[in-house]
């Protein structure tokens, strides 16, 4: 299994493309099937990310991040229930 610090270094490269798709590979699994969801305050641009992979449901998250412009975000405000896109019960690796 990836490490947290592996995962951390795509995690980067996936943050500094937005808000371009970085079509990279999943430090565990290697497909090229990652996610990066922002769920916060829309408003002050800060949140948390959700950062997993799609194939192996593995993947981090990274509290108080800053929220760029273009990236897929989700309101906090909203109900849990009317938050789009929905993330997946992924496991976190620490």
Do not use: K
């Not at 990236?71 to 620490?94: G, K, M």
């Amino acid at each position: 299994m990836a490490t947290f610090d592996e995962w951390l270094d795509v995690y980067e490269e996936a943050y500094e493309a937005i808000p371009r798709d970085a079509d990279l590979a999943c430090p565990n699994c290697g497909h090229h099937t990652l996610r990066l969801v922002f769920t916060g305050d829309l408003d002050r641009a800060v949140g948390y990310a959700s950062f997993w992979c799609d194939t192996c449901l593995l993947g981090i998250g990274i509290s108080q991040a800053p929220i760029p412009d273009g990236a897929v975000a989700r309101d906090i405000h909203l109900p849990r229930e009317e938050r789009l896109p929905r993330i997946p019960n992924f496991r976190l690796v620490y």
